[in-house]
């Protein structure tokens, strides 16, 4: 059974931090690319971070320098750091595989609003 849990989002003031979480199956967390993703009202989801099996990660040109993007093997977690938070970061993010499709199983996601 697929597993996808988020959490860790809140309220935060531009230039604040973040670290979400991301408790995933096993299996998937184990064996695949994993991404987080984010959908801001009326827009698409899009991918910000991804890391491969062998720990190279990449990112949206939007967040570099400020989101960071890890796993837990042990842990089944993944996670995102996210420093220097501003209002277009406001979003609800997800993570899944760096593949994921729209017709794919997601999580619900978590809320980050970042607001003065």
């Known amino acids: 059974q697929v597993q996808l849990v988020e959490s860790g989002g809140g309220l935060v003031q531009p230039g604040g931090s973040l670290r979400l979480s991301c408790a995933a199956s096993?299996?998937?967390?184990?064996?695949?690319?994993m991404g987080w993703y984010r959908q801001a009202p009326g827009k698409e989801r899009e991918l910000v971070a991804a890391?491969?099996?062998?720990?190279?990660?990449n990112y949206a040109d939007s967040v570099k320098g400020r989101f960071t993007i890890s796993r837990d093997y042990a842990k089944s977690t993944l996670y995102l750091q996210m420093n220097s938070l501003k209002p277009e970061d406001t979003a609800v993010y997800y993570c899944?595989?760096?593949?994921?499709?729209?017709?794919?199983?997601w999580g619900q996601g978590t809320q980050v609003t970042v607001s003065s």
């Open positions: 096993r299996i998937i967390i184990n064996i695949y690319a």
């Open positions: 890391i491969s099996l062998s720990d190279n990660t």
């Open positions: 899944n595989t760096a593949t994921a499709r729209k017709s794919d199983y």
